[in-house]
């Protein structure tokens, strides 16, 4: 399968619990996005790399959020002391050259 | 603010006919334009997109982008309920992130 892959799928965790999601992107794509969906809303974007620099970060994101991306390969956010408002659909994407975003499964992520 | 607005539906159509979604945007600097359909609990997945003024097809689904207007549609002839999801319509301002709109859910009846 050579679409993006997301691990896990799905996440259940205890508030105040640290979480780590992994992205691994198609391979020649060197753009990899991070977004969180909510029921009923479209996909909001969190940050995204170019290679292995991180190069925008929206308001959405945190302090409790960190996002890496070593080597330039696949990328993991880390959400720090989880709240019931973090949970979601976080998703990742990345681009071809014409700047199309392919989209990964995504992991559900649920705060009790 | 960029904003992308659509109805949030559901538009109801029987099977066979044609289903029409409709999207604007705020930024007149959006360069590319993009159609994704999501199943429910699934993730987004690529349908069309456009990116200069006019119709593209391709199968049974045309998308429709009108820049003066800020206006983007797309059209699924004979629509079958296998078609019955959610509608994403996104935009993007050249190597930048996606702004997505609510989305329109479809339902085609058999």
């Known amino acids: 399968d050579t679409g993006v892959s997301q691990d896990p799928r799905h996440k259940i965790t205890k508030r105040g619990q640290n979480v780590t999601f992994r992205c691994d992107p198609i391979s020649e794509h060197n753009r990899l996005y991070w977004y969180r969906q909510t029921l009923g809303q479209g996909p909001e974007f969190l940050t995204y790399?170019?290679?292995?620099?991180?190069?925008?970060k929206s308001r959405l994101l945190s302090d409790r959020f960190s996002a890496e991306r070593p080597k330039g390969s696949f990328s993991t956010l880390e959400i720090q002391r989880t709240e019931q408002g973090d949970s979601a659909m976080y998703l990742c994407?990345?681009?071809?050259?014409?700047?199309?975003?392919?989209f990964g499964p995504g992991t559900r992520l649920t705060v009790l | 603010q960029k904003e992308v607005e659509q109805n949030s539906g559901p538009l109801s159509v029987p099977e066979g006919a044609i289903a029409s979604l409709n999207c604007t945007y705020s930024?007149?600097?959006?360069?590319?334009f993009f159609w994704y359909r999501q199943y429910s609990g699934k993730s987004p997945e690529l349908i069309m997109f456009?990116?200069?003024?006019g119709d593209k097809e391709d199968g049974r689904f045309t998308a429709q982008l009108n820049k003066a207007s800020q206006y983007v549609s797309l059209l699924i002839r004979d629509s079958q309920p296998s078609d019955s999801a959610t509608y994403l319509c996104a935009v993007t301002s050249g190597y930048s992130t996606l702004t997505f709109g609510k989305g329109t859910m479809l339902l085609v009846s058999p």
């Open positions: 456009i990116y200069s003024n």
């Open positions: 930024d007149r600097g959006s360069q590319s």
């Open positions: 790399f170019q290679n292995e620099a991180q190069l925008e």
């Open positions: 994407a990345s681009t071809d050259v014409r700047d199309t975003q392919y």
